[in-house]
């Protein structure tokens, strides 16, 4: 991976010499190029606001940016940002120190959401959904502030299928999160760079280059989230037929309107014998118009 040289990044500093770990590295790289490129998240002259919780995933998604841009592969400006929601107990100084450290230009924000969700959430309910808008709206409002064309998260492949299936059993539609999307404002893209990458992936790879990661015990502490019960039923499947996440996951990548059941998406009603023989798409069946 080059890293003889002096010129590698400070984050890389220390990485295991192992062979596992060079291709577990050089797969997490490939996998974010991929999708940095199959989604068109590069443009000349962006800046993105790199958000981090302090998790493993935003670890690894900071990393492989760096990376990239390093290969001279991502030609845009980065900037760190952790957004501090007061929580009791938050390690504050974790992330500043250790972004300074390794010579990351960053913003640390304090917002007290955490108040607001403890008043404003009744007891027994869970906390994510407010807490989402919440910390959203704020990284919003400082990317603007900062001159960002895009706020970057660390969602992965197993966050895009969790949520996928939390639409289907509970939501009633078929949708997850997006890897590239616009904001309501129509002013900030939201990017998921690591929208190809493996969870198990991101957790070794952070905890082998021993990142100081900190745990979010307000919500991970509530029994009985729908996500939880998601995790537990892909984990049951994965366990039973190894690689069935990922076969899952080629799925959402496609999707074909004409066998569903949407007439928003295939028009159904014009779908005639004339029609296939006079307007035909690949699979035989006219578009919707």
Not at 266 to 285: Q, R, V, Y
Request: aromatic share 8%.
């Amino acid at each position: 991976m080059l890293d003889e040289s002096e010129e590698i990044h400070p984050l890389f500093h220390g990485a295991p010499s192992s062979t596992e770990f060079k291709k577990l590295r050089k797969r997490i790289v490939r996998h974010t190029r991929e999708a940095i490129e199959q989604y068109g998240m590069i443009a000349p002259g962006g800046k993105w606001l790199v958000c981090l919780s302090g998790g493993k995933d935003s670890y690894t998604l900071l990393a492989v940016l760096y990376e990239l841009k390093w290969r001279g592969l991502l030609p845009v400006e980065l900037l760190a940002c952790n957004l501090d929601q007061g929580q009791p107990g938050f390690p504050a100084t974790v992330l500043p120190e250790f972004l300074q450290r390794m010579g990351v230009p960053h913003r640390i924000e304090y917002q007290d959401t955490y108040s607001i969700v403890m008043d404003k959430v009744p007891a027994g309910r869970t906390y994510c959904a407010l807490c989402s808008r919440l910390r959203r709206g704020n990284l919003y409002r400082i990317a603007r502030e900062e001159g960002c064309t895009a706020v970057v998260l660390g969602h992965h492949r197993d966050d895009i299928l969790e949520t996928f299936f939390m639409n289907l059993f509970h939501g009633g539609r078929l949708a997850t999160m997006p890897p590239k999307l616009v904001n309501e404002e129509g002013d900030l893209f939201l990017y998921r760079p690591l929208a190809h990458v493996a969870e198990e992936d991101c957790e070794r790879f952070a905890r082998a280059m021993n990142y100081p990661i900190i745990p979010c015990d307000l919500c991970g502490s509530q029994d009985g989230l729908q996500r939880q019960q998601v995790k537990q039923i892909l984990d049951g499947w994965e366990s039973r037929s190894p690689g069935r996440r990922q076969v899952m996951f080629r799925a959402l990548m496609n999707a074909r309107p004409s066998h569903l059941l949407d007439p928003k998406l295939f028009d159904f009603m014009g779908l005639t014998t004339e029609s296939i023989k006079s307007d035909a798409n690949p699979e035989g069946l006219p578009k919707l118009r």
